[in-house]
């Protein structure tokens, strides 16, 4: 199966990146420009030392505060820098054989937003009003945040507007895009606008923000090529936290069902939840959690920090993404060194990936499962055959240690 018949996204390891905080922009807009992509050029030698190929990018256009207000689709955020600090980059990413995917918040815009404003006051019915969603005669904010305006992607102009925002960017060579929230007005809305995008760029990869439904009824409807995989996100740190592997047995036996048409994107962390150091207090558990992430089928995203074990706590409060979304060091040589060793599991399990590229498509089977321990059996193409034994309990079982993994 090609996801999307593109050759390129099976092979595929992101590093997912929150540029914003990443080089400690200012929280809110800034009129004075600053060049700071640059800092994140950085660390590209760093993503091929880990052995991944793929920058995945939270937002990086014009944004009143966080990058999912967006202000301009059309121009980089003037905190991370212009147009030909973007361009440097993503020239520096080519060439070093990774891809780039850009993060597109179309679902919603924020308040300033001059399509908005013209909205506001035109209100409903009129040419200019029909760009936003309404409930009644006010406007409907996404998650009742009223910065926040939706879009109404089923009207034809905004269908063609967003269309037209996706491809201005891959004309200029960015290869992929994340579509966020994209589950907050349903799949179709979704299909008009990649059928324009396809038709122009066939070979970009596509993948959107989906929570909870059916991930293969969404990927049918809307013509993404892949969505997030919440599912097995929440299984991973459950049954390690909890000491259920039989959550994960479950789970993966939907993972399998999923895999059968579509590819699913897969992590262990991202930009809007707690860190996986964190959930897990137990460390000696992170290097189970990196190979469920990296053998386990789908295309993964490794979230930028997850592996040196970086900590931090999602808050439900205005700040509370501030823990999960750090500054990193001008270079990585300013890292502490505390996170080696973790970073070199995750470089050993992406080598064996590299070795074995059907795990990417690979049929999972579980055996011999109780709360603290499960044998994953993985098999694909030309008799490829892995087998992955977790062991969280305080006793060997059947060779593997306790808190620890065995690989044949």
Request: aromatic residues 10%; hydrophobic residues 40%; glycine residues 8%.
């Amino acid at each position: 199966m090609e996801a999307g018949g593109k050759g390129w996204a099976a092979h595929t390891i992101w590093w997912h990146v929150y540029p914003l905080g990443f080089v400690g922009a200012e929280r809110e807009t800034s009129h004075r420009g600053h060049h700071r992509l640059p800092h994140l050029a950085n660390w590209l030698d760093y993503v091929i030392e880990l052995g991944a190929n793929g920058l995945l990018l939270a937002p990086v256009f014009a944004s009143a505060s966080h990058g999912y207000d967006t202000t301009d689709h059309f121009r980089i955020d003037p905190r991370l820098g212009d147009d030909a600090d973007f361009d440097q980059v993503l020239a520096d990413c080519h060439a070093r054989g990774i891809r780039v995917c850009l993060d597109g918040v179309f679902n919603h815009l924020a308040a300033g937003h001059p399509i908005v404003q013209r909205a506001f006051s035109a209100g409903p019915g009129t040419d200019d009003g029909r760009w936003i969603r309404w409930v009644g005669e006010y406007p409907r904010y996404f998650e009742g945040h009223k910065s926040l305006v939706e879009l109404d992607l089923t009207q034809p102009v905004v269908a063609d507007y967003v269309a037209g925002v996706m491809n201005h960017w891959l004309d200029r060579g960015v290869d992929a895009w994340r579509l966020d929230a994209a589950y907050a007005q349903g799949a179709e809305v979704w299909a008009p606008i990649l059928r324009a995008v396809k038709t122009r760029h066939p070979d970009s990869w596509v993948f959107a923000e989906v929570i909870h439904g059916d991930y293969a009824d969404f990927v049918a409807a809307s013509g993404v090529d892949s969505v997030t995989q919440y599912e097995l996100w929440h299984a991973i740190w459950d049954s390690l936290v909890n000491a259920n592997f039989h959550s994960l047995e479950w789970t993966l036996g939907r993972h399998r069902r999923f895999c059968e048409t579509f590819r699913p994107q897969t992590f262990i962390g991202n930009h809007d939840v707690t860190r996986i150091a964190s959930r897990i207090t137990d460390h000696r558990h992170l290097p189970l959690t990196a190979a469920l992430l990296l053998l386990l089928p789908g295309i993964p995203s490794i979230y930028a920090g997850d592996e040196q074990g970086f900590t931090g706590e999602k808050q439900e409060h205005r700040r509370g993404d501030d823990a999960v979304r750090p500054a990193f060091p001008d270079t990585p040589e300013g890292l502490l060194p505390f996170g080696r060793d973790l970073f070199a599991t995750y470089r050993e399990l992406i080598a064996i990936r590299r070795r074995h590229p059907w795990l990417v498509d690979a049929e999972v089977r579980t055996a011999d499962v109780t709360d603290t321990s499960i044998t994953i059996q993985l098999s694909g193409a030309d008799d490829g055959r892995l087998t992955l034994r977790l062991n969280i309990g305080e006793e060997p079982v059947d060779g593997v240690e306790p808190h620890s993994l065995q690989l044949s």
